[in-house]
């Protein structure tokens, strides 16, 4: 079965930092990426980052280049996002997915979803 666990959520002031993870299992974790999107409020689900697990290639969106940092520990099946100078619009459900390919943003295994909430 396959299992995406996302934790280190939580409540953080504007500025700070949190570090999220996704434990993956059930798959085989080098034959798939690792994404992390985030869904606000009345906002559609958009991808914030992405990690080829197989080469460690990177993608970033915009709005957090410079600010998160995507990273993969291939023994533990581990994703991380370390996001850094928080700001209020990063508000947001952070939900970790496994896709083929970072280029298409396109997930096939979901978690369940972790909330971040920066106070302003």
């Known amino acids: 079965e396959v299992q995406l666990v996302e934790s280190g959520g939580g409540l953080v002031q504007a500025g700070g930092s949190l570090r999220l993870s996704c434990a993956a299992s059930?798959?085989?974790?080098?034959?798939?990426?690792i994404g992390w999107f985030r869904q606000a409020p009345g906002k559609e689900r958009e991808g914030v980052s992405c990690i080829s697990t197989s080469d460690g290639r990177t993608y970033y969106t915009d709005s957090v280049k410079g600010r998160f940092t995507i990273s993969s520990d291939n023994a533990k099946n581990t994703v991380y996002l370390q996001m850094n100078s928080l700001k209020a619009e990063d508000t947001a459900v952070y939900y970790c997915?496994?896709?083929?390919?970072?280029?298409?943003?396109?997930?096939?295994?979901w978690g369940q979803g972790t909330q971040v909430t920066v106070s302003s």
């Open positions: 059930g798959f085989t974790f080098d034959d798939y990426a």
């Open positions: 997915g496994a896709l083929r390919r970072c280029s298409s943003w396109d997930a096939g295994y």
